[in-house]
């Protein structure tokens, strides 16, 4: 609208718009002929009218004398006293302008100014002199600067004591201002008289204004006209404000203040406003008059009577000119309507209205016929620290007060107003909606009551703002570390992939209570909250201006969020609440940015709560700080200081600490969704939803745990029940052919149609299949019939999605379910495999290469990956449905799964063992049929009456190679009785393989009609068992010895190999089945009068101290279990056994609950009969349907307390483990999944116990079955196969222990196998095939941290001769090279012991010790090996042998083909190169791992085939990671350079091998361009090249 716009200086409105001299300046430059100052500012200054009057320029406003004499709050009251206005009592009560004795109020003469003595009467300068004032007025009292309003300049005191202070911020606020005291006036009414006048002494009232909603005496709503006045009332102060205006000649428009006492009906002076006010819209609207348009009028001279906007209001004609009596005007003008007008301000209404400022985001403000606003910014704009406040009014009319409240309601609701501050508008609505407001009973105390009684605007529901806030803090940190994580990348650097994290905490403190929520990202889309163990979904959609779109219980909500420093601000449709960071009262932050004042408080005082410490402006008004709490001050910030937001002034120490901890933590979860109805999707939409779940989560996107494995479970088990639904494929066609409707020929969707009707009604059909081919023949058909291309690629282009879909299902709804799994299983194999070659570093360095134009590619690689954990969950879930549901698809899945078994990382060892065992699986016969198949042999043993018993029918059983436990227990409780028998034996005969067993016999306790079928054994210890000794032998009779109960059924051929009466110890034992716990225990004494008397005829007593080997003492194995604890070993050692199978129908008691209970039982009274009748060992076989027993032992030399190590394992197997060899450690067992594999985690015993371990490893034992082998062919093809399969079977079961938190701790773990068949072999055949199994899964060993591998093994070098044990011995300690030793187990003739004997000349460490050596813990070297592997690099010392091993391989290649060629004995030459005292280097073969510090260095001389008489000598210098992490000292230094220099002097190459921990340093990818490269060669580049150089400008 301007013709010319003239930039002004910035800062505050001294240096611009109430600045006079450059208002002047700039108006006489542009040449204008009026100035129009509007209001505030310079617009109530007499020096602008006056400076522009002696220029010639109009000012269109009063006169300078007018505003001289009422726009100063002082003036105007003594000219009001004048003319006999009633005024509050004041500083110049009783002080009149006098004129020649008389009156003025009555005189024509015109006030043009208050003389100084008089106006200095009225002033108050010092706060003494306003205490003395105040005591003559009476408290409370008004402060005011008679320069100030708008609220500012202005404070109430309630007495003496807070007067000085509020005295000097009303200095501060308007420095240089002269001060006045008036009294307060209690419920009073701002009313207001709008005037007009003009240059020939007219002057009128134009209605008035009701201002009285303020705070901090700031108008804040005002309404026109007024209604709380009585009509003659208010008319007696319209004509009080016209005779003050025509008293001191008053032109233009202006206002006069009075506050009304609506109890005595009485109105006094306030204040006359020589300017236009901001509320003029209310007076304009009821009087339909432009007071700015009549402002322009009156300075050009216009009279009122010839104004048409006032003629109109008189009801003359707009057209005539004739003049009105303004004063006894026959037409009394009256309002239209009602107005009401609304502030809209920058403050924060929930902290006392405190300002601020910042930019606005958004402002969307849609006016109406009724409803008009406009504002000082707009979007993109903001508010500067000088600037008011207020940036916007609102208008809205009205027939009537409350129409017009009913539209600014509705306005004020869809006003948009988003940018850095809070604004009053939500409040606005709260106060228009009270019902003190509609019944107009408000005063000028009214809103700052409410402020104090903490009246806020309504505000969201505290747990959606919890979602929103959690959702908006959540939605920016990821977003913001994804797009960090991108740049980093693009700038050739790689950040932890930890930084990428979908999963945020996030702590919100609203109104003192403490919210903590968990907010996971579950998709591109998604979320997941979690709130004290409840979970919300929501969908999140973010819009350009930065609004989340958030729908969550069925709603939708447009929300923002603005963060502050130590808040954020969410903003939830058209309600704001804001949530505190934290809540430290120690910290005093500034609310708003501003500049500090002064301090209150001194530093170092005391402060107490609620009380004012220090002083700030806020724009243009002073506002004082309080403290929360109470305690010592100290100040960061200087008096004068310009503060941000959220600024830290001081800190305060706290008298009470436990105050800063009195937060109310939420504890309840989210409420129920009962209002929201739940949605019935259809079949293809659950698979949908399901599909997009499982995409996400191998994305990365899986919810926090413990929902996501129940989600999982859940998300697959809705999948794969869909996709096995027959009505999919039919939905998910017919919503195709909806989609394309109309767009298709008819014929073709009526035959389409038809197949799929015909597909319906035969829908439950067994036979019936998904019409692909036929619907798929259908488009074909009809397309062949086209003659012109375009209407072929049309139809194509129609049917597109429907040719799709029937591909998806060509090979039926099967089919289709394959193919999805098949997919769900690629996606996570094709993220999988990026990481499986090598370090993260070099995964992602290779993934940037192939994505170097989107790194988006590689984040989201990277994500994925992140959450492998979770991934495998998924992947698990998903294939253990699969063999469960769908056994028959694993393997036609099989190479898909067979690709799943390559990953060789840990993070993958779950899946890869879970793909093996379903692969396994796959090709064994499921429980039912093996269960079958056990039935058929028992009973083909039996004759067709069931009378005879042929136990050669059994050995297949015996010797099978597959674990039989599951199934075996199954027939202990057959209905066949010789079944039952059966079952007991070949259980005994296949556990105690090893033992000589020589009698067993079966017996029947119980009372007729309730027998129970026991076996008895007998058996000898191996001559090689720990616990064998040399005694007389038992030559007695069971039969003879024990106390029948019963008949004897008969007992089985004994052995005729083993010999009873050979000097050995013999053990007797017991088998029993029963129903349940109860039952056992009710035939307990009859099971122990099986046994025969104990001790035995003849048996003699031992020191049982070296008897009783134990893997574990039972202070290391029951850290609770005192010496005392222990019963004492009874004089004579107990030699039975007792074996207890009984059923277990609680699938929910898990093995320690079981364990306690069995141990409960076998500590209290039975313990002593137990010892009486010489139990060496009760074992409990806890029996469940269709798995393996679970065995629990309990041995008479730890007081029947639970040996744990043979927990789950039958204890007649230890001695075929070889338990015994690991007591040197600790003990732990590992479950596994496979039965047949026995993982056990090891800790190095020590003498202060577990605190100085540092040798941990896991060590891997297991058995093969199977009957001897009779040929060579079969023994090879035995041991290739059937090794191999154990070998994997072992390392899957090791990567399951590497689960355990110390398996890191790991290293030189150990894999024994036991071959219990024969095999005809040559030993070195067997070494060949043991060296080539290490070598195809070396890395994976190596992985594992397998170093040492047993395999125990009967072979006979022929047919016809005797059976030899074999023991191979292999070890790989330094991971460079195999060391492999081949030992026969042979007996001593002296010691009757059996030990190692090594096969062939080589002789290996365990050659001469005995078999039952115990295996040495990690030595010094080894310890040294584990710390260097573990920082990734090789021990220095290992370095001579790795050369070695080189030489070796070359002139293995070298001999390759040339006859009579042997590489030298000697291929090396090595020896270590010290420094002595003085640091002279000589020659030293000392040991390894003696260095002192960390630099070793050798000279070498290596025989090779092109030097094999002088070798070729060199320096090798290599760092020592394991010595001050192979850091150059000084002494390092100074060995590097005497080698080197040695290197030099005899002119021979000098290697060094790097291996410390020094940082990788990278160069820039932008850089690398610039260096260029001379080689020698171009085409050769592996010569030396001359120099390497630099281009120093980009190409």
Sequence with gaps: MADQYVPVPGGSNNNNYANVDLIVDIARRVNVQAVWAGWGHASENPKLPESLRKHGIQFLGPPEHAMWSLGDKIASSIVAETAGVPTLPWSGSGITLRNGGGDPADSKEIITTVPDEIYKKACVDTAEDGLRVSLVIGYPVMIKASGGGGGKGIRKSEGPEDFPALFRQVQAEIPGSPIFIMKYAHSARHLEVQLLADTYGNAISLFGRDCSIQRRHQKIIEEAPVTIV???????????????????????????????????????????????????????????????????????????????????????????????????????????????????????????FKPSSGTVQEL??????????????????????????????????????????????????DLCIRGDFRTTVEYLVTLLETETFQNNDVDTGWLDRLISEKVQAEKPDALLGV???????????????????????????????STLNNSIDVELIYDGVKYAVQVTKMGITNYLLVLNNSTKEAEVHRLKDGCLLISVEGASHSTYMKEEVDRYRIIIGNKTCVFEKEDDPTLMRAPSAGKLLNYVIEDGGRVIRNQPYAEIEVMKMVMTLSASESGT????????????????????????????????????????????????DKLNHVVQKCRAAVDQALAGY????????????????????????????????????????????????RAIRGQLQHYASNITSVLCQFPSQPIANIIDSYAATLQKRSDRDVFFLNTQAIVQLVQRYRNGVRGHLKSVIQEVLKKYLDVEMMFQHGHYDKCVSKLMEKHKNDMSEVVAAIFSHGQVQKKNVLIITLIDHLVSHEPGLADELSPILNELTTLGKSENAKVALKARQVLISAHQPSYELRRNQVESIFLSAIDMYGRN?????????????????????????????????????????????????????????????????????????????????MGEPNHGSIAQKADHNGPLIGALLDDPALDPNTHCCSRFGVMAAFNDFEEYKNSFDKLLALYPAFPPEGHIGHDHSGLFQTIEDPQSRRGSLAAGDLDPLPEHEPIHILNVAFKHLSLTDDDETISR?????????????????????????????????????????????????????????????????????????????????????????????????????????????????????????????????????????????????LAQKTDCNQIFLNFVPTVIMDPNKIEEHVRGMIMRYGSRLWKLRVLEAELKINIRLSANEEAIPIRISVNNESGYYLDLHLYKEVKDSRSGHTKFESWGLKQGFLHGRSTDTPYM????????????????????????????????????????????????????????????????????????????????????????????????????????????????????????????????????????????????????EEIKPLFKIAWEDPSEPEKVHRTVFFIDHWP
């Design 1157 to 1301: 209970m069995l141990e409960d039982y076998c500590t209290s009274d039975v313990k002593q009969t137990l010892l009486q009748k010489g139990i060496r060992r009760i074992t409990f076989l806890v029996l469940r349907a269709q798995m393996y027993p679970k065995y629990f032992s309990f041995r008479a030399k730890d007081g029947f307390l639970e040996d744990k190590i043979y927990r789950h394992l039958e204890p007649a197997l230890a001695f075929q483990l070889e338990i015994n060899r690991l007591r040197t450690y600790s003990l732990e067992a590992i479950p596994t999944p496979n039965n047949k594999i026995y993982l056990y985690l090891g800790s190095a015993k020590t003498d202060r116990g577990d605190l100085n371990v540092t040798d941990y490893r896991f060590f891997v034992r297991s058995i093969i079955r199977h009957s001897d082998l009779v040929t060579k062919e079969a023994s090879v093809e035995f041991l290739q196969t059937e090794g191999e399969r154990v070998l994997l079977e072992a390392m899957d079961a090791l990567e399951v222990g590497f689960s355990h938190p």
């Design 949 to 1029: 018993f042929h136990p050669e029918y059994l050995q297949k059983l015996i010797d099978s190679e597959t674990s039989i436990f599951d199934v075996l227990h199954d027939f202990f409780f057959h209905m066949n009785t010789i079944v039952r028998m059966a079952s007991y034996e070949v259980y005994i005969r296949r556990a105690y393989i090893a033992y000589g067993l020589y009698c067993l016999q079966h017996r029947t306790i119980g009372h007729r009609g309730a027998e129970n079928r026991v076996l008895q054994f007998q058996f000898n210890l191996p001559s090689s068992h720990p616990n064998r000794i």
């Design 364 to 413: 969307n403000f849609r006016s109406t016929k009724n409803v008009w606003g406009y504002f000082s910014v707009a979007a993109s704009g903001g508010l500067h620290e000088f600037a008011d406040s207020q940036f916007g009014h609102c208008f809205a009319w009205g027939e009537d007060r409350e129409d017009a409240r009913e539209n600014m309601v509705v306005a004020l609701k």
């Design 702 to 749: 899986a919810s926090p745990e413990p929902y996501f494995a129940r989600a999982t479970q859940d998300t697959i088990e809705t999948l794969m029940r869909s996709l096995r639904d027959p009505h999919l494929p039919l939905l998910e066609l017919h919503e195709v052919i909806s989609s394309v409707f109309g767009r298709l020929p008819q014929a073709v969707e």
């Design 230 to 352: 009585s009509r003659e009332m208010f008319r007696e102060m319209e004509q009080a404000a016209v005779r003050l205006a025509k008293m001191v000649g008053y032109v233009s428009a202006g206002t006069v203040e009075y506050l009304y006492m609506p109890e005595d009906d009485r109105f006094y002076f306030l204040e006359l406003n020589p300017r236009l006010q901001v509320e003029h819209p209310c007076t304009e609207m009821v009087a339909d008059v432009n007071l700015p348009a009549a402002q322009l009028q009156i300075a050009m001279g216009i009279p009122l009577h010839r104004i048409k906007d006032i003629r109109a209001l008189y009801q003359h004609e707009s057209w005539t000119n004739n003049p009105i009596d303004f004063d006894n005007s026959f037409a009394i003008p009256n309002p239209k309507g009602h107005v009401i007008a609304c502030r809209i301000t920058s403050e924060n209404p929930d902290e006392g």
């Design 1417 to 1564: 813990t990690k030595n010094y070297l080894q310890q040294k090996r584990f710390s260097a592997q573990t920082n990734g690099t090789t021990y220095v010392y290992d370095f001579p042998e790795m050369f070695r091993q080189a030489l070796l391989k070359q002139w293995r290649e070298f001999n390759d083909g040339r006859a009579g060629r042997e590489a030298p004995l000697q291929v090396m030459d090595c020896v270590e190169l010290v420094l002595d005292a003085h640091d002279n280097l000589y020659e030293n073969n000392r040991l390894p791992g003696e260095n002192n510090i960390a630099m070793v260095a050798w000279r070498m001389v290596l025989t090779t085939p092109q030097y094999p008489a002088e070798g070729r000598e060199l320096i090798v210098i290599a760092n020592d990671i394991t010595n001050k992490i192979g850091s150059f000292g000084p002494r390092e230094d100074v060995l590097f350079l005497k080698a080197s220099e040695l290197a030099r002097s005899k002119g021979i190459p000098r290697i060094y091998l790097a291996a410390n921990s020094g940082a990788r340093i990278g160069l820039a």
């Design 467 to 497: 979602i929103c806030a959690g959702l908006h803090i959540a939605d920016t940190t990821i977003t913001n570390a994804f797009q960090t994580f991108q740049n980093s990348l693009e700038r050739g650097q790689v950040l932890p992939a």
């Design 633 to 680: 001050i100290t100040y960061i910030k200087r008096a004068g200081a310009v503060l941000d937001c959220g600024a830290v002034i001081a800190k305060l120490e706290l008298d009470d600490p436990n105050r800063a901890k009195n937060l109310e933590v939420f504890r309840d979860p989210f409420p129920p969704n009962v209002d929201v109805p739940q949605q019935v």
